[in-house]
């Protein structure tokens, strides 16, 4: 049973030994990335290739539709172990353009379990639906939604109380708001970095629809 899987991790182990060969013992010793990836499930989407790091590097949460809804504890307990354990400096949630979670959560049909996760999506499309309904091509409109649906991901992260008390005792945390193209590899900075209080404020007055 799944050999070929098995016959690439010796390859791959075996790669990477050659190109360092202290590499799994350093790995083994402690983990120290400075960044959080908050990203999608989706398998097109592999953190650490999209941004070039190695394992250790990179701390990864993922989930359907990239989202940090405050009532999860899955996701609550990834972002407090990565502020005040890890002490990441940067948080980046990270959406893509193509998202089967987007278009899932606004063509109207019932899939199960996975609607109720899907929700805020939807609260996100009303809130921003004349600025939506004017975009006439489909594609267009869910992309725009996804960007959408990161920036309110991005102020759910800094409004969540683990950073504000980090921000708080002085510590450096950053929450970056990006969107992957799978049709370029390339990610889009949506400019909504938040850094402090103050600047969540400017991103609540901006994210206003």
Known sequence: ???D????NRAWAARKTAADPGFFKRLEGQQAPEYLWIGCSDSRVPANEIVDL?????????????LAPPQDANYLS????????IKVKHVM?????????IAAAVDGKRRGLVDHWLHPIREVCHEHRHELE?????RDRLDRLCELNVIRQVRNVASDVFVQDAWARG????????????????V???????GGPDELDRLETRAEP
């Open 1 to 3: 049973m799944l050999d």
């Open 5 to 8: 899987l098995k016959a690439n």
């Open 54 to 66: 190695d394992p250790g590097e990179l701390f990864v949460h993922r989930n359907v539709a990239n």
């Open 78 to 85: 990834v972002l407090q172990f990565a502020i005040d354990v």
């Open 93 to 101: 949630v990270v959406g893509h353009y193509g998202c089967g979670g």
């Open 134 to 138: 004017a975009i006439p091509e489909e």
């Open 171 to 186: 510590q450096q945390v950053c929450v970056h708001g990006w969107v992957y193209s799978l049709a370029t590899g390339l």
């Open 188 to 194: 889009n900075d949506l400019g909504v970095t938040v």
